[in-house]
């Protein structure tokens, strides 16, 4: 039986691999005034393309507003607001007590109206 050859491991691959280019070189890239031109064109058309959608886009959005019907407008007839006959309500007697000295509360609040805070 003859044995199978073994598959080439990563590292392998990758040293048989020749570069495109030396990496210790600098790369020359030449600007040209050409891609500017290509790449205006393209923004111009894509613009065009843009504002096109727009339009379509708005004008059905607006033809669909004005197909929609007006609410129909109901008058109802008003009343005045009849007046309850409501018993005299009487108010409890309440007695306020200050208990702050009783709950071991010391704090007292100066709010600058007097006093050396002016």
Known sequence: MASKPMKPTKVERAEKRKPVSDPS???DVELV???DAVIGRALFWS???ALGVLLCVGGV???RYSQLDEP??????????KVRNVSQIEVPEVRWVNITEEAGI???HENG????KL
């Open 25 to 27: 070189e600098p790369r």
């Open 33 to 35: 005034e050409q891609d």
């Open 47 to 49: 613009g065009i393309v």
């Open 61 to 63: 959005v607006a033809w």
């Open 72 to 81: 129909e407008i109901r008058e109802t007839r008003l009343e005045l607001p």
């Open 106 to 108: 010391t704090f007292e």
């Open 113 to 116: 109206s007097y006093g050396e």
